[in-house]
């Protein structure tokens, strides 16, 4: 009994979308599931596909960022821990000190930038509904 073309293309494909993730080429993540990288760039060319391949890059990338959040606090603890050591080297407390002054200095800023978004995307609203 023949195997569906349909369900074998569906499931290349879905190796060939694990294997861009898994690798740093196109060259290798072909070569890794046994497909030539001219199908696979073929494939990428195809909306189909490449929306199927940044929908599980962008899942990915979520996942990593859901694990920067639950470790978020610590990196504060630790920073803090540095800044606050008297024994560290001066370079580490003033590095640790540095990170938490930017990165505070950043987070000032995207909240006024969400702010000035919102700002203009309700002045949008307004007109598109006026």
């Known amino acids: 009994m023949s195997a569906n073309p349909e369900t074998l293309m569906t499931r290349k494909a879905e190796a060939a979308v694990a294997a861009l993730l898994a ?11 046994g497909i030539a990288e001219r199908t696979l760039r073929r494939w990428l060319a195809r909306e189909d596909f490449r929306r199927k391949y940044l929908a599980a890059r962008r899942s990915a990338f979520d996942r990593a960022i859901d694990a920067l959040h639950r470790h978020a606090l610590e990196a504060v603890t630790t920073l803090r821990d540095v800044m606050l050591d008297a024994a560290a080297p001066a370079s580490a407390r003033v590095s640790a000190a540095r990170t938490v002054l930017e990165l505070g200095r950043v987070s000032i800023e995207l909240d006024d930038l969400c702010e000035r978004l919102e700002s203009v995307e309700r002045v949008l609203c307004v007109r598109s509904t006026a």
């Open 23 to 33: 690798h740093a080429s196109i060259a290798e993540s072909a070569k890794s599931i």
